[in-house]
């Protein structure tokens, strides 16, 4: 059963960095791109960066590019999203999310109900 623990969630002010890491389990991690979305109040889930398979390549919404890195570890089988600069709008809940492809980041972004397993999501909250 595939299954993810998501972990590193919490209050920081804006300007300031957190970095969110899913644990998974029950599943061959290598054969999956990974993603990370993000819902906040009132609004839909929206896609927010994704890797391929080996690592090698990633996708970013543009709401966070330059400020948020996603990386894995296909030995430990983690996935996590350093989150520099961050900015009140940033302020959701955050879900790791994975799809078995050996195909690009952007399917993770462009197909999400292709998504085999979701994390339980984790809090960020930007305020000062």
């Known amino acids: 059963q595939l299954q993810f623990v998501e972990s590193g969630g919490g209050l920081v002010q804006p300007g300031g960095s957190l970095r969110l890491s899913c644990a998974a389990s029950g599943f061959t991690f290598s054969n999956y791109a990974l993603g990370w979305f993000r819902q906040a109040p009132g609004k839909e889930r929206e896609f927010v960066a994704a890797i391929n398979w080996s690592g090698d390549s990633t996708s970013y919404a543009e709401s966070v590019e330059g400020r948020f890195t996603i990386s894995r570890d296909n030995a430990k089988k983690t996935v996590a999203l350093q989150m520099n600069s961050l900015k009140p709008e940033d302020t959701a809940v955050y879900y790791c999310?994975?799809?078995?492809?050996?195909?690009?980041?952007?399917?993770?972004?462009?197909?999400?109900?292709?998504?085999?397993?979701w994390g339980q999501g984790t809090q960020v909250t930007v305020s000062s």
């Open positions: 999310a994975a799809t078995r492809t050996y195909g690009p980041p952007t399917i993770i972004k462009t197909q999400s109900r292709r998504v085999d397993a």
